[in-house]
């Protein structure tokens, strides 16, 4: 079992920045560097959509709308996925939640998560 626990939304005008924090628990802390993390997020009235995802060997790759304004890492000493959202703008508005899979995973794409933590509300006002 992982455990994921999200932080860091919040409400911003457009043109600023958020980092959205994801820590996760109940994994093997030496194997927590090959864990395929991913950011989602649920805009309103649509479905869930992949952000940024970083692969058992640490490639990432991002959702077109968000290339050049965001950035995935992780914290491999304290466990945590980290989102470094800038140039925000009102579209990015929504429920951005964190997902894990101890499966391997390349990072090219978007596969299936297996864990998921409860979401964090980014607002970004006009």
């Known amino acids: 079992q992982v455990q994921l626990v999200e932080s860091g939304g919040g409400s911003v005008q457009a043109g600023g920045s958020l980092r959205l924090s994801c820590v996760a628990s109940?994994?093997?802390?030496?194997?927590?560097?090959?864990?395929?993390m991913a950011w989602f997020r649920q805009l309103p009235g649509k479905a869930r959509e992949g952000v940024a995802i970083?692969?058992?060997?640490?490639?990432?790759t991002y959702a077109d709308s968000v290339v050049g304004r965001f950035t995935i890492s992780k914290d491999n000493v304290e466990n945590t996925l980290l989102l470094q959202m800038n140039s925000l703008k009102p579209e990015d508005t929504g429920m951005y939640y964190c997902?894990?899979?101890?499966?391997?995973?390349?990072?090219?794409?978007?596969?299936?998560?297996?864990?998921w933590g409860q979401g964090t509300q980014v607002t970004v006002s006009s």
């Open positions: 109940g994994y093997r802390p030496i194997a927590y560097s090959t864990l395929c």
């Open positions: 997902a894990a899979r101890t499966m391997w995973c390349s990072g090219d794409n978007f596969p299936t998560f297996d864990y």
């Open positions: 970083i692969g058992s060997t640490s490639r990432t």
